[in-house]
């Protein structure tokens, strides 16, 4: 299984981006997907994550009314709109696709397979 994340860049606080995630593979069969974002000097956290059947969405609440994460099924696609942006935001976001059994979407020991990050930067 292959993912592959894009869509970080540069913006000014309050500006928008998104970011997408595809996913490949002959033996895909992730239950959900999700973000967690890694800022300099700091341990990776969670950000959001969707469950692929019943779109199912789960937040970290510092990006709860900001941040919309979607998916497109037909696609194996996973998208996170990211409005209202703070410099806090910074971070490296990464992707990842995991499994109920291997627990909550939320933790990290959730994720089996990750992608590589994408770099998201705000400027104040």
């Known amino acids: 299984v292959q993912l592959q994340a894009s869509g970080g860049g540069l913006v000014q606080a309050g500006g928008s981006l998104r970011l997408s995630c595809a996913a490949s593979?002959?033996?895909?069969?992730?239950?959900?997907m999700g973000w967690f974002r890694q800022a300099p000097g700091k341990e990776r956290e969670f950000a959001a994550a969707?469950?692929?059947?019943?779109?199912?969405?789960y937040y970290v609440d510092s990006v709860k009314g900001r941040f919309t994460i979607s998916r497109d099924n037909a696609k194996n696609t996973m998208y996170l709109q990211m409005n209202s942006l703070k410099p806090e935001d910074t971070a490296v976001y990464y992707c990842a696709s995991g499994l109920y059994a291997l627990g909550s979407p939320r933790n990290s020991d959730a994720y089996n397979y990750w992608g590589q990050g994408t770099l998201v930067t705000v400027s104040s």
């Open positions: 969707i469950s692929w059947i019943g779109g199912r969405t």
């Open positions: 593979g002959r033996t895909f069969n992730g239950n959900f």
